[in-house]
């Protein structure tokens, strides 16, 4: 395996792990590969800088967050840098059994493959596997050690045979560096797996090289992390048994269902079921129906008293005229109430016409594209809804929707009147002039208030 220094890394798997509330496998193996970041192994970068992908993203905060407490001037994720870390970086950190090059290696081994001793101060468990990994145990011990004495120390730590620890420490290994060295196994099959699945999976047209890392990264370690924290090589073989371009067809294709999953939600979050319905409620237009329907009523009650001072109608029929009137007004309010009721559903429609649109995008979201944000959908919903509930563009649109329409029927509210108090004394072409004069009223009222003829609402 060739190593390329990356970073200078100080601090134990263990400790790391044991600052981490409840970590699990997964949060063990992200800790490992912080905690040996010179590996040089692209799956263990890739897995740090994966903190932001929707697959990793608690456990990568949670690991940041505990660094940023340390003071170790951990940046951003994809720094891959960890300074020193006060008195951890001493070379004394009882608990973990990994503070000193006695402490990790075997007894009589003094030197390894590359200065490692020198730029790390203490060896990490990566540099004794990387370094040892090949060599029998009989080798490190200098003795027998029983069935595993011919067994390399990297097939050792992935086999999972009985026995196994008790002849690690008989090699000379400390309990907490046979933990941390089986870690570096495990880490060792997935650095395998990563490599095979990522050279043999097309790339995605405009997927970043380091976002495609990221997924087939994160793909391996969930795949990884299902195993359980033991397993051995051969039980982690049969598990990444399909061939590496299907598996990374899979890992991409569940990184684009985890994203449009999580779009989706947001589109959700963003435009709360029937919120529509709730911005558009009927509230919204009874101030500007009322005074539609104020002003239409208004004209009628105009009407009848022009009808009465020209003698069409005596106080009797004057009476008659308006007590219709009254009746005819909760009918024309019914009849307003549908029109508004136009406006509102066209408000409605259009609310979720933007969302159907969000939704659509979040659910066809494909790798390669840019990121979907739901933030313009948002924002062009608010100037919908803004513009949609003024008071003045609410009446407007009503009046437009309604264009000539008359609410009340001033002829007939006349006639009503008459045929009470019978017909109207004077000469016969009396009746004629009545229907002119109230033509001519109607059609005033017309120019009054500037009706169109036609109009279904903006949309």
Do not use: C, W, Y
Not at 47 to 53: C, D, M, N, Q, Y
Not at 335 to 363: C, H, K, M, P, Y
């Amino acid at each position: 395996m060739s190593r390329v220094i990356k970073s200078i890394v100080r601090v134990a798997v263990p400790v790391i792990v044991a600052l981490i509330p409840g970590a699990g496998p997964l949060a063990v193996a992200v800790s490992s590969a912080v905690a040996t970041a010179a590996t040089g192994g692209s799956f263990k970068e890739s897995l740090i800088s994966g903190a932001t992908a929707f697959v990793g993203a608690k456990i990568g905060q949670s690991l940041q967050g505990t660094f940023e407490g340390l003071g170790t001037g951990v940046g951003e994720a994809t720094g891959l840098t960890v300074a020193d870390v006060g008195p951890l970086a001493t070379g004394s950190v009882p608990a973990t059994g990994l503070s000193t090059l006695a402490q990790v290696a075997p007894a009589g081994v003094s030197q390894f493959g590359t200065a490692a001793a020198d730029l790390f101060g203490a060896p990490t468990a990566f540099d004794v596997f990387n370094s040892l990994g090949q060599k029998t145990l009989g080798e490190l011990a200098g003795k027998s050690v029983g069935a595993f004495t011919g067994m390399t120390l990297e097939s050792a730590l992935n086999s999972g045979l009985e026995g196994l620890d008790e002849a690690l420490e008989q090699t000379g290994f400390k309990p907490d560096a046979i933990v941390a060295l089986k870690q570096e196994a495990r880490n060792s099959l997935a650095q395998g797996a990563f490599t095979n699945i990522s050279g043999a999976t097309p790339k995605i047209p405009g997927l970043s090289d380091e976002e495609f890392n990221k997924i087939i990264a994160s793909g391996v370690e969930r795949l990884n992390t299902s195993l359980g924290p033991s397993t051995t090589a051969q039980a982690f073989q049969a598990a990444f048994g399909e061939p590496p371009d299907v598996l990374g067809q899979k890992f991409l294709t569940e990184e684009r269902d985890l994203r449009r999953q999580a779009f989706t939600g947001e589109v959700e979050k963003a435009f709360p079921k029937d919120f529509g319905k709730d911005i558009f409620a009927p509230t919204l237009t009874d101030d500007a129906a009322s005074r539609i329907l104020g002003e239409q009523r208004s004209g009628v009650e105009s009407g009848i008293g022009a009808a009465q001072a020209r003698g069409n109608l005596n106080p009797t029929g004057g009476a008659t005229a308006r007590q219709f009137l009254e009746k005819e007004t909760d009918r024309a309010r019914s009849s307003l109430d549908e029109l508004a009721n136009v406006f509102r559903q066209q408000s409605i429609s259009g609310t979720e016409s933007i969302a159907g649109r969000a939704g659509q995008a979040a659910r066809t979201f494909e790798l390669g594209q840019p990121q979907f944000d739901v933030t313009p959908f948002k924002e062009e919903s608010e100037r919908f809804v803004t513009q949609r509930t003024e008071p003045g563009f609410v009446e407007k649109s009503i009046r437009d929707i309604l264009g000539g329409q008359q609410l009340f029927d001033l002829r007939k509210t006349v006639n009503e009147g008459g045929s009470v108090q019978g017909l109207v004394s004077g000469p016969p072409q009396k009746g004629v002039l009545l229907d002119q004069l109230l033509a001519r009223q109607g059609a005033s009222q017309n120019r009054r208030r500037g009706l169109g003829v036609s109009g279904s609402g903006v949309f």
